[in-house]
């Protein structure tokens, strides 16, 4: 009898390569004697494209590809996947391989021979001998400084390559692994690295074997650079605190925090934006402390409203247009300015156009009063804007 091996592909909008990618990975059958490779495609509940209507057409086919259909999020594709195979198909290798057609499915034959060789986890991977990284130069330079940040601060070092799908291991390595650490559940591709070092935490014996990465043919890439970026710098100082005996949730905060931290960042242009033009107006123009607040803060407000539409709330579902968003931002803004111009405008009065003599400088008050708008009007902006500018809203 053959020996099975199960590969889960994960899948959100793939119409345009999922049949050709099964297809590949099928025909790596011929260099596996004594096997059979049986697929389990797992689709996310999102994806509406076409994917589960072609899937199931293969399930039909061919007994070997197996559907189902999970809730949101890379993570819980694999997870949910290799979990189907262990109840239902009885595998000696579990395997993972990108239904997006960017790794050639050829690695599989190397990913099952290292485990035949007597390691519980093999990594394919770009950055060993025979490996290619086809990606443009911006992608290539992210994932060599991600692998490189994480190899730093979890490790091990000897691993270089942290990213990419293209995994096999043994159902033993995979029982062991703590999936109550495992951030499995988030929609985020930090499941990749994560999963590589619960594996390591888990004992696992691994190796390296080369693939080829290339960019998307058809279909569009869904792994959003900053984004990522943010999970895996989060993620690894997470570990390092729990390394150190600091048992801060950092990550799952960090997640829940993700839209205040991006408009904290756009806050902090804004400000400095805002305090340019005021002392501008001040210093060149003569205008009152209070005055120069309110032409400088209006112009930070069109600075953040470009930063904030584009950027931090740029993949909310909402039912208003550009120039109401814009209308709605204005007026909270108007909140937050009328904030600002009330303590500028209480603190002059009550302390004047004096000065504090700092480290041999002098240094206005008026500075003082600018940067005590700070806290209230932030919280103000964030509050509002969140509940009632870019409120999400449901199709």
């Known amino acids: 009898m053959k020996k099975i091996i199960s590969v889960v592909l994960p899948t959100y909008n793939e119409k345009a390569t999922i049949e050709k990618t099964v297809k590949k990975v099928l025909e790596q059958e011929k260099e596996l004697p004594g096997f059979e490779i049986n697929i389990i495609i797992a689709d996310d509940i999102r994806s509406l494209d076409g994917t589960e209507q072609i899937a199931k057409n293969l399930v039909l086919q061919d007994k070997r590809i197996h559907f189902i259909k999970v809730e949101p999020g890379l993570g819980v594709g694999l997870i949910e996947g290799h979990k189907y195979a262990l109840n239902h198909l009885r595998p000696s290798i579990l395997a993972q391989l990108d239904a997006d057609g960017q790794v050639e499915p050829d690695v599989l034959v190397r990913l099952v021979g290292a485990i035949e060789d007597g390691y519980s986890l093999a990594i394919g991977s770009r950055f060993v001998s025979g490996g290619k990284n086809q990606l443009s130069f911006i992608r290539r330079l992210f994932t060599y400084g991600a692998s490189t940040f994480f190899r730093i601060m979890v490790g091990p070092w000897d691993i270089r390559e942290v990213t990419n799908s293209a995994r096999a291991l043994t159902p033993a390595l995979f029982k062991k692994i703590s999936l109550k650490k495992l951030p499995w559940k988030e929609q985020t591709f930090i499941v990749q690295p994560a999963f590589l070092h619960e594996a390591i935490v888990a004992g696992a014996k691994y190796k390296e074997v080369p693939l080829v990465f290339k960019n998307r043919l058809e279909g ?104 109401q968003k814009l209308g709605i931002f204005n007026l909270v803004s108007l909140g937050g300015l009328a904030i600002g111009v009330l303590i500028v405008k209480y603190l002059h009065l009550t302390y004047g156009d004096g ?41």
């Open 220 to 323: 569009y890439s869904k792994n959003k650079v900053f984004n990522y970026s943010y999970d895996v710098i989060s993620y690894c100082l997470d570990i390092k605190l729990h390394k150190l005996g600091l048992n801060i949730p950092l990550f799952r905060l960090s997640r829940r925090a993700k839209t205040l931290i991006k408009f904290s960042l756009v806050g902090a242009v804004g400000t400095i934006v805002d305090f340019l033009f005021y002392k501008i107006f001040i210093n060149c123009l003569a205008l009152t402390p209070a005055v120069a607040k309110g032409f400088s803060a209006e112009i930070a407000i069109l600075n953040n409203f470009i930063l904030n539409n584009y950027w931090t709330f740029r993949y909310r579902k909402t039912k208003t247009n550009l120039w």
């Open 355 to 395: 000065f504090i003599y700092i480290f041999g400088r002098h240094i206005a008050y008026n500075n003082f009063y600018f940067f005590a708008t700070i806290p209230p009007v932030m919280i103000w902006n964030f509050t509002i804007n969140h509940l009632v500018t870019w409120r999400h809203q449901k199709d």
